[in-house]
C-alpha cells in the first residue's frame, strides 16, 4: 500500500470517526458555581439564582439550556417551593461527561456527587474538606429529599427566601464534597450560622449554587 493510499485510508477514516465523537459527547447540565454572587444568601431571590446559574454556563460556552439554581423556598403558611420539582427530569452530566444522576430519583438517593465530581462550569474542582480555604458549603434551603421545609418545621431556612444578607438568620446547605459534620449530604447538611458573606464563610462556604440544566 504506497502512501497516498494511506493518506486517504486515514482521512476516510477521520471522517467516520469524527460524527460518532461528537455524538457520544454529553452535554454539561450540572454544575457547583465557581463563584457566589458576593452578597451572603442575598442572591436577588430564587430568579437571581437562576440568573447567576445562566450566566456563568453562557460564558462557559453552554448555550440553548434553561439553567435553574437548586433552591427551595420559605412560605409561612404551606411548604414553599421545592428544588427537585424545579429542575427538570434528568439525565445531568458535568463539565467533563461524568453522570450525576440519570433521573430524579436517582439523584435524591444514591447520585455520583462527590469532591471529583462537583465540578464548577469550567471543570474545575471546588474546594472542600482538607483545602484552604473550605467552601463545601452549598446554599439549597432543601431537605435531603429535595422538598422545601414546611413552617413549622424549625422556621425558615432560605435567608428569607434568599433576600437577606443580615448577620441573623440561616440557610440549610448541603456539602458537594460529601463530607464533614457528621452529616455527608449533598444537598442538606447543617444550617449557615447567618445570611451574610462572612456567616458563610465561617461555617465553610462562600455562597455557592449547585445548577441544573432543566430542559
Known sequence: MNKITLLALAASLAVVS???AAQDAKPMGFFVTSVGIGDGANLGGIEGGDAHCTKLATAAGSTGRTWKAYLSTYH???RGISARDRIGKG?????KGDLIAEDLDQLHIMPNLLKRTALDENGN???GRGDNPNEHDILTGSKDDGTAYFPWEKGDHTCSNWTSSAEEGSAQVGHHDRHGGG???WNSAHASRGCSQEKLKSSGGAGFLYCFAAD
Do not use: C, G, M, R
Request: charge should be neutral; proline fraction near 12%; hydrophobic fraction near 35%.
Open 76 to 78: 409561612e403558611d404551606k
Open 125 to 127: 474542582l471546588i474546594k
Open 91 to 95: 439525565p445531568w452530566y458535568n463539565a
Open 183 to 185: 452529616n455527608v449530604s
Open 18 to 20: 469524527t460524527p460518532a
